[in-house]
C-alpha cells in the first residue's frame, strides 16, 4: 500500500538508539526527549553542551549525542556560565533535579540568574531526591512522605516548600522564567514549546532562560506509575502554579518562531 511504511514519528536525531534506564511512569525522559527535539528543530547539535549536575537526571549523557559535561551538585549554573563566557559560539543549557537546583546548589542559580548569564536552565521538579531514595527535597509538600520524613513533612520540622520560579522571576537578570507540567499530553506539549522558546532565547543572547518541568517520580512517591501524574496534577499544581513568571518584550517576540 502506497505509504504504509511512512515513517510519522521517530526518535530525535540528537539522541541515542538505547533502551530508557529510568523507573516506570518516570518524568524525566519525557523531558530529555523534548529537549532532544528542541535541538533537532533548532539545528544546534554541534554547539549543545549539556551540562548536568548529580541526580537522576545526570544520565542525560548516555541520551544524547551532544557535548557534555558533570558539574558537582548543584554546580550546573556556574559550569555553564564558565563555558558561555569563555565559548560564548557554544549553546550550554543544564538540566537540573529540585534537590540539585533549589538544595545545595541554592547559590549558584541565584547568582546566576542574578547575573543574567546567557544560559538555559531546565528545572526538572519530582519533589524528592530521586537518585538516593526519595529523601526530602526542598520542594517536598506539606504532608507529602519521604524516606526522611516518613510520616509526613511537616512545617514545624522542615519548613514550605520553595517555589524556585517565583522566586528567581523577582530578579532583574533572566529573560524568561516559567513553570509546566508533564502530567496529560497537551501539557507535555507546552513543556515542549517552553523549551524552546527557552533555547530560542539563549540564541537571541538574552538573559537566563528557566523551564521548571513538574515532573513525576511513582517509586519515590509511592504511588502507582499509572496514576503518578493525575495525582501530580492533583496535589503538585496547586503548591506550584503552572504559567509565565517572566517574559521581557525580547522573548515574547520569538513566540512567533516556536511551533504550534
Ligand atoms: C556533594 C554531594 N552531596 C550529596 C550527594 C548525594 N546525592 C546524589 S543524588 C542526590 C539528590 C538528587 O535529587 P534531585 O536533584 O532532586 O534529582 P532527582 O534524582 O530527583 O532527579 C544527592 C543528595 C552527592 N552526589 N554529592
Given at each position: 500500500?502506497?505509504?504504509?511504511?511512512?515513517?510519522?514519528?521517530?526518535?530525535?536525531e540528537?539522541?541515542?538508539?538505547?533502551?530508557?534506564?529510568?523507573?516506570?511512569?518516570?518524568?524525566?525522559?519525557?523531558?530529555?526527549?523534548?529537549?532532544?527535539?528542541?535541538?533537532?528543530?533548532?539545528?544546534i547539535?554541534?554547539?549543545?553542551v549539556?551540562?548536568?549536575?548529580?541526580?537522576?537526571?545526570?544520565?542525560?549523557?548516555?541520551?544524547?549525542?551532544?557535548?557534555?559535561?558533570?558539574?558537582?551538585?548543584?554546580?550546573?549554573?556556574?559550569?555553564?556560565?564558565?563555558?558561555?563566557?569563555?565559548?560564548?559560539?557554544?549553546?550550554?543549557?543544564?538540566?537540573q533535579?529540585?534537590?540539585?537546583?533549589?538544595?545545595?546548589?541554592?547559590?549558584?542559580?541565584?547568582?546566576?540568574?542574578?547575573?543574567?548569564?546567557?544560559?538555559?536552565?531546565?528545572?526538572?521538579?519530582?519533589?524528592?531526591?530521586g537518585?538516593?531514595?526519595?529523601?526530602?527535597?526542598?520542594?517536598?509538600?506539606?504532608?507529602?512522605?519521604?524516606?526522611?520524613?516518613?510520616?509526613?513533612?511537616?512545617?514545624?520540622?522542615?519548613?514550605?516548600?520553595?517555589?524556585?520560579?517565583?522566586?528567581?522571576?523577582?530578579?532583574?537578570?533572566?529573560?524568561?522564567?516559567?513553570?509546566?507540567?508533564?502530567?496529560?499530553?497537551?501539557?507535555?506539549?507546552?513543556?515542549?514549546?517552553?523549551?524552546?522558546?527557552?533555547?530560542?532565547?539563549?540564541l537571541?543572547?538574552?538573559?537566563?532562560?528557566?523551564?521548571?518541568?513538574?515532573?513525576?517520580?511513582?517509586?519515590?512517591?509511592?504511588?502507582?506509575?499509572?496514576?503518578?501524574?493525575?495525582?501530580?496534577?492533583?496535589?503538585?499544581?496547586?503548591?506550584?502554579?503552572?504559567?509565565?513568571?517572566?517574559?521581557?518584550?525580547?522573548?515574547?517576540?520569538?513566540?512567533?518562531?516556536?511551533?504550534?
Amino acid at each position: 500500500m502506497d505509504g504504509f511504511e511512512d515513517m510519522i514519528f521517530g526518535r530525535p536525531e540528537v539522541m541515542e538508539d538505547r533502551p530508557t534506564h529510568f523507573c516506570p511512569g518516570c518524568g524525566h525522559g519525557i523531558t530529555q526527549r523534548l529537549i532532544g527535539e528542541v535541538i533537532d528543530e533548532l539545528g544546534i547539535q554541534e554547539r549543545a553542551v549539556c551540562v548536568a549536575s548529580i541526580g537522576c537526571t545526570v544520565t542525560a549523557y548516555a541520551y544524547f549525542k551532544v557535548d557534555g559535561l558533570e558539574s558537582a551538585h548543584g554546580r550546573a549554573p556556574a559550569v555553564a556560565t564558565a563555558i558561555k563566557r569563555v565559548r560564548p559560539e557554544l549553546f550550554p543549557f543544564t538540566l537540573q533535579g529540585d534537590g540539585d537546583l533549589a538544595s545545595i546548589g541554592t547559590a549558584e542559580i541565584v547568582h546566576a540568574a542574578a547575573r543574567g548569564e546567557k544560559i538555559t536552565v531546565i528545572f526538572a521538579n519530582n519533589a524528592t531526591y530521586g537518585m538516593t531514595g526519595g529523601q526530602l527535597a526542598p520542594t517536598t509538600l506539606i504532608g507529602m512522605y519521604s524516606a526522611s520524613t516518613t510520616g509526613g513533612r511537616t512545617v514545624e520540622q522542615s519548613g514550605y516548600p520553595i517555589r524556585m520560579s517565583e522566586m528567581l522571576a523577582t530578579l532583574d537578570g533572566p529573560s524568561y522564567i516559567t513553570r509546566v507540567s508533564l502530567h496529560n499530553p497537551a501539557n507535555v506539549r507546552k513543556a515542549r514549546k517552553a523549551i524552546e522558546l527557552a533555547f530560542r532565547a539563549q540564541l537571541a543572547g538574552l538573559g537566563l532562560s528557566f523551564v521548571e518541568v513538574l515532573s513525576m517520580c511513582p517509586i519515590n512517591w509511592k504511588v502507582e506509575p499509572v496514576k503518578a501524574r493525575q495525582w501530580m496534577a492533583d496535589n503538585m499544581i496547586p503548591q506550584f502554579p503552572l504559567g509565565e513568571f517572566k517574559c521581557i518584550p525580547e522573548v515574547e517576540a520569538l513566540k512567533k518562531a516556536v511551533k504550534g
